[in-house]
């Protein structure tokens, strides 16, 4: 089975600043994880830290609230988190949450 990516523009809260990125769209996924690099350029606040396990082993994920829009369809995503930086999906299409 092939990945599928889409265009999606990430942004802050009060969308002052926004970057469009290339992502995998992961329907089995529980998080949305972006780079740390990204979370910088978009100014995001980190709201709280957690300490997760998978495969590379334990890694510290920052919580912080972002906008995610794919196919003109905007989410906010509120107090989830970012890599480094981790952000819960929260997208919905036709009722089903995709990434």
């Known amino acids: 089975m092939g990945r599928i990516y889409v265009t999606a523009k990430l942004s802050n809260i009060e969308k ?17 994880v972006i ?17 997760v396990e998978n495969t590379a082993g334990e890694i510290e994920l920052k919580r912080s609230s972002a906008r995610i829009t794919i196919s003109g369809k905007e989410t906010l995503l509120s107090g989830e988190a970012i890599s480094g930086w981790r952000v819960e999906k929260k997208v919905e299409k036709n009722g089903k949450k995709g990434a």
């Open 16 to 32: 002052t600043r926004a970057k469009e990125v290339k992502a995998l769209a992961d329907t089995g996924a529980t998080l949305t």
């Open 35 to 51: 780079p740390q690099r990204i979370a910088n350029e978009l100014g995001l606040s980190e709201v709280s830290k957690e300490v």
